[in-house]
């Protein structure tokens, strides 16, 4: 039978593990940025063994944002917490998928904030706005958070339509150009995540950087 005081004791000793915790992946998060720190974020990444990082690395505590939900070297999965390589999507396709970022030890952070549009075109089909730096083989990522009012961006706008369509306000993106918006009441675009696939023989399909600006309304 547990009395107050072991109640007490309990109390007392989470908050300290916690903070340890914590501190412990931050240590953990600084050393993988060390390792990876020189090279570049450009389309295809001669890097091999990144992992994700857990939630606490991710996000520094409970909240998360756009420049901690992805880091440089981040893998990209799907819901069920697998890798993406480069024949995930067929080329010049233009079919899309949901993923997220990889938690260490393997999982996919699925919180509505990291919800992620994976989109195949043609890799000249892409126009600016886009960051063409942060399309890799036809691949391109956007935040799948409407800027509007949060909603999660699921659908097109026809069957064989390339513009995402958001169904709570029917706010429209065009994803060949930086997911600029063409339609409804959505404010700006979608932020871009640039992405890029690794070069170590298994070709996974990673973040190159955080998301290029604030998801969902601001």
Known sequence: MSTNDDTDADSEAQPAYEEEHLQTTRRNAAKFFAAIGGAAAVGTFAVSGLYG?????????????????????????????NTLGVDAIAEGSGKEMQVFPEKEGGGALKVPIA?????????????????????TQGYAAY?????????????????????F??????????????????????????????????????????????????IGPE
């Open 53 to 81: 990082l857990d939630d606490a690395a991710l996000s520094g505590g409970p909240s998360y944002n756009y420049k901690t939900l992805y880091t440089q070297g981040t893998r990209l999965v799907d819901g069920e917490g």
């Open 115 to 135: 919800t992620t549009i994976l989109v195949r075109f043609s890799q000249d089909a892409y126009e600016e706005p886009t960051n063409l730096d942060g399309v």
């Open 143 to 163: 935040s799948a958070q409407c800027t509007h009012a949060g909603c999660t961006v699921s659908q097109r706008t026809g069957p064989n339509d390339q513009n």
């Open 165 to 214: 369509l958001c169904p709570c306000h029917q706010s429209v993106y065009n994803p060949l150009k930086g997911a600029e918006v063409i339609g409804g009441p959505a404010p700006r675009a979608l932020p871009q995540l640039p992405v890029g696939v690794t070069q170590d023989g298994d070709e996974l399909i990673i973040a190159t950087g955080p998301f290029e600006g604030p």
